[in-house]
């Protein structure tokens, strides 16, 4: 009896001290009265944060009174900070605010994507760790720039000594921090080259342990062989594939999509580690150039220039244009919208068939190719283009292994009309997907958005609320937040996120951006 009883008072005694010790622990930063949703799917608990130097120090446990800051986040959600591995923000040193990201709540970003990137990698990353970013930047080493640094815009296969040359090149980018390889084979010259030729240079990121990201080789017309040949490439090398921003972008192909995650899943119980991203709208954003026939696009403006020039050559254009959209599902060009057009800015924002009245007083099918000749002897544009359906957009959001990227670069405030995904794109995901339409619940978004991306980029220690990982956090109210950026008016901020934090360190605070820049580079872990 005597015995027992003193045991007892040991065991009081010693969790009164565990008690006693936890609350003189204190924190720079105590988040309190949240519902956390941690990133792994796991369902919302209440709770509170301690952050310490830059890291979650305590999950759980924690009061106002130990913080030297603090956030009260009643009726909020605290998530990790979103991770968007598919963006094009490859000049983050020219801009580092990256304020459309950071008003998303994105904290950590991936360029190099679609093959094109940097190719002096180190010095990119010394220029962006030199600006101070706000936001965690990695990024990839893209085919198309070690291609045309080699080959140029050569429409042929590699000599033994430039494949030799490409390699050395994604050699040298992996080893100066470069977390994968990554391809854009719709695009020049990209598109030029062959399955083998992919899977010669994604071996040497492989061999680094590097993720192949890939913009496939077809999005539409025959996107379910371009989702067996990237599947190809991670079952070649046992790499880990990212398919990036996965879409039926042609109405005759409306519903591939279930063909395609099917493909997906039965590469996965083959043992390939094989996922996707997309984002949360039925339109793409990319280049005019990629609506013409790519031998055109072979070799130099010049060259390009005199081929539109010619008539006969020109003729010939038309027709495999037209031929071209007609597999695709369209009778014109009137479901592009110019984006940025510097040549004349007074076409951002018209539809192609708008452009060729504006430019001939005629809107045919014929008048818009010919309007997209003058554009693109002009300087080129960039695109809006609304080619998918939303229960495509729905089917591939449901699927567990997609996850949500937003395909965006760093948004000049107020220049031109481009995709509102820029501004807009995870918190859509959670306004309209997850409270409006109900696709899919709220933990599976942020999942979607944090850890699925992070491990699968190996961003070590992002992607998770758990004591140790990095403090890169996002508050939010799940009852009002949403996209405000539409496709007519697209520079416009999100609402309902009230707080990011980034590295520990406030970068929105009452919905307002800060300036603060406590990105971080990330390279490869080794």
Same mark, same amino acid.
């Given at each position: 009896? /005597?015995?027992?009883?003193?045991?007892?008072?040991?065991?009081?005694?010693?969790?009164?001290? !565990?008690?006693?010790? #936890?609350? @003189?622990?204190?924190?720079?930063?105590?988040?309190?009265?949240?519902?956390?949703?941690?990133?792994?799917?796991?369902?919302?608990?209440?709770?509170?944060?301690?952050?310490?130097?830059?890291?979650?120090?305590?999950?759980?446990?924690?009061?106002?009174?130990?913080?030297?800051?603090?956030?009260? #986040?009643?009726?909020?959600?605290?998530?990790?900070?979103?991770?968007?591995?598919?963006?094009?923000?490859?000049?983050?040193?020219?801009?580092?605010? %990256?304020? &459309?990201?950071?008003?998303?709540?994105?904290?950590?970003?991936? %360029?190099?994507?679609?093959?094109?990137?940097?190719?002096?990698?180190?010095?990119?990353?010394?220029?962006?760790?030199?600006?101070?970013?706000?936001?965690?930047? %990695?990024?990839?080493?893209?085919?198309?720039?070690?291609?045309?640094?080699?080959?140029?815009?050569?429409?042929? !296969?590699?000599?033994?000594?430039?494949?030799?040359?490409?390699?050395?090149?994604?050699?040298?980018?992996?080893?100066?921090?470069?977390?994968?390889?990554?391809?854009?084979?719709? *695009?020049?010259?990209?598109?030029?080259?062959?399955?083998?030729?992919?899977?010669?240079?994604?071996?040497?990121?492989?061999?680094?342990?590097?993720?192949?990201?890939? /913009?496939?080789?077809?999005?539409?017309?025959?996107?379910?062989?371009?989702?067996?040949?990237?599947?190809?490439?991670?079952?070649?090398?046992?790499?880990?594939?990212?398919?990036?921003?996965?879409?039926?972008?042609?109405?005759?192909?409306?519903?591939?999509?279930?063909?395609?995650?099917?493909?997906?899943?039965?590469?996965?119980?083959?043992?390939?580690? =094989?996922?996707?991203?997309?984002?949360? *709208?039925?339109?793409?954003?990319?280049?005019?150039?990629?609506?013409?026939?790519?031998?055109?696009?072979?070799?130099?403006?010049?060259?390009?220039?005199?081929?539109?020039?010619?008539?006969?050559?020109?003729?010939?254009?038309?027709? $495999?244009?037209?031929?071209?959209?007609?597999? @695709?599902?369209?009778?014109?060009?009137?479901?592009?919208? =110019?984006?940025?057009?510097?040549?004349?800015?007074? *076409?951002?924002?018209?539809?192609?068939?708008?452009?060729?009245?504006?430019?001939?007083?005629?809107?045919?099918?014929?008048?818009?190719?010919?309007?997209?000749? =003058?554009?693109?002897?002009?300087?080129?544009?960039?695109? =809006?283009?609304?080619?998918?359906?939303?229960?495509?957009?729905?089917?591939?959001?449901?699927?567990?292994?997609?996850?949500? !990227?937003?395909?965006?670069?760093?948004?000049?405030?107020?220049?031109?009309?481009? /995709?509102?995904?820029?501004?807009?794109?995870?918190?859509?995901?959670?306004?309209?997907?997850?409270?409006?339409?109900?696709?899919?619940?709220? $933990?599976?978004?942020?999942?979607?958005?944090?850890?699925?991306?992070?491990?699968?980029? @190996?961003?070590?220690?992002?992607?998770?609320?758990?004591?140790?990982?990095?403090?890169?956090?996002?508050?939010?109210?799940?009852?009002?937040?949403?996209?405000? %950026?539409?496709?007519?008016?697209?520079?416009?901020?999100?609402?309902?996120?009230? /707080?990011?934090?980034? &590295?520990?360190?406030?970068?929105?605070?009452?919905?307002?951006?800060?300036?603060?820049?406590?990105?971080?580079?990330?390279?490869?872990?080794?």
């Amino acid at each position: 009896m /005597h015995v027992r009883l003193r045991c007892a008072t040991l065991v009081a005694v010693a969790v009164c001290a !565990a008690v006693v010790s #936890a609350q @003189r622990e204190t924190f720079d930063l105590v988040i309190v009265n949240a519902r956390i949703v941690d990133g792994t799917g796991a369902p919302a608990r209440a709770g509170s944060l301690g952050i310490r130097k830059g890291l979650i120090a305590r999950v759980g446990g924690v009061t106002a009174a130990q913080g030297t800051r603090v956030i009260d #986040a009643r009726g909020e959600i605290v998530a990790p900070g979103f991770v968007d591995v598919h963006t094009h923000a490859d000049d983050l040193a020219e801009r580092p605010d %990256a304020a &459309n990201f950071i008003r998303m709540g994105v904290t950590t970003i991936v %360029a190099g994507n679609c093959g094109s990137s940097a190719l002096a990698l180190a010095e990119a990353l010394q220029a962006i760790t030199d600006a101070g970013p706000a936001v965690n930047y %990695a990024t990839l080493i893209g085919h198309n720039t070690v291609r045309s640094a080699v080959m140029g815009r050569a429409q042929r !296969a590699p000599t033994v000594v430039e494949m030799q040359r490409m390699k050395s090149l994604v050699f040298k980018g992996m080893a100066e921090g470069a977390v994968g390889f990554s391809t854009g084979l719709q *695009y020049i010259p990209g598109t030029y080259s062959t399955a083998h030729e992919v899977i010669e240079l994604a071996r040497v990121a492989s061999n680094d342990g590097g993720v192949y990201a890939t /913009h496939m080789r077809n999005e539409g017309t025959a996107v379910l062989d371009a989702v067996r040949e990237s599947i190809h490439v991670g079952s070649m090398l046992r790499m880990p594939v990212q398919i990036s921003h996965l879409k039926v972008d042609s109405p005759s192909r409306w519903g591939s999509s279930t063909a395609a995650l099917a493909l997906i899943d039965d590469a996965r119980e083959q043992g390939v580690d =094989v996922e996707a991203d997309q984002y949360a *709208y039925t339109a793409g954003s990319s280049s005019l150039s990629i609506r013409f026939p790519t031998w055109v696009l072979e070799g130099t403006n010049v060259d390009v220039a005199a081929r539109l020039n010619d008539s006969d050559t020109w003729t010939r254009i038309k027709r $495999e244009m037209m031929q071209l959209l007609a597999e @695709r599902g369209f009778a014109d060009l009137s479901w592009a919208t =110019v984006a940025t057009y510097r040549a004349n800015e007074t *076409y951002n924002g018209l539809t192609m068939k708008a452009v060729a009245q504006a430019m001939f007083g005629r809107d045919g099918a014929d008048d818009q190719l010919e309007s997209a000749r =003058v554009v693109m002897l002009n300087g080129g544009a960039s695109m =809006v283009y609304h080619f998918m359906t939303e229960d495509d957009v729905e089917r591939i959001m449901r699927h567990p292994m997609v996850g949500i !990227a937003s395909d965006a670069g760093v948004v000049p405030f107020g220049s031109g009309v481009p /995709h509102p995904r820029g501004m807009g794109n995870t918190v859509r995901v959670l306004g309209r997907y997850v409270r409006e339409r109900k696709v899919i619940s709220l $933990e599976e978004a942020v999942r979607k958005m944090t850890s699925l991306p992070a491990r699968q980029f @190996r961003l070590t220690g992002r992607g998770e609320i758990r004591a140790g990982a990095a403090a890169d956090l996002v508050i939010f109210d799940p009852t009002r937040v949403a996209d405000l %950026a539409t496709f007519a008016a697209p520079h416009a901020s999100p609402v309902g996120i009230s /707080h990011v934090i980034v &590295n520990g360190v406030p970068a929105v605070r009452g919905g307002e951006a800060l300036g603060t820049r406590s990105g971080q580079v990330l390279r490869r872990s080794s």
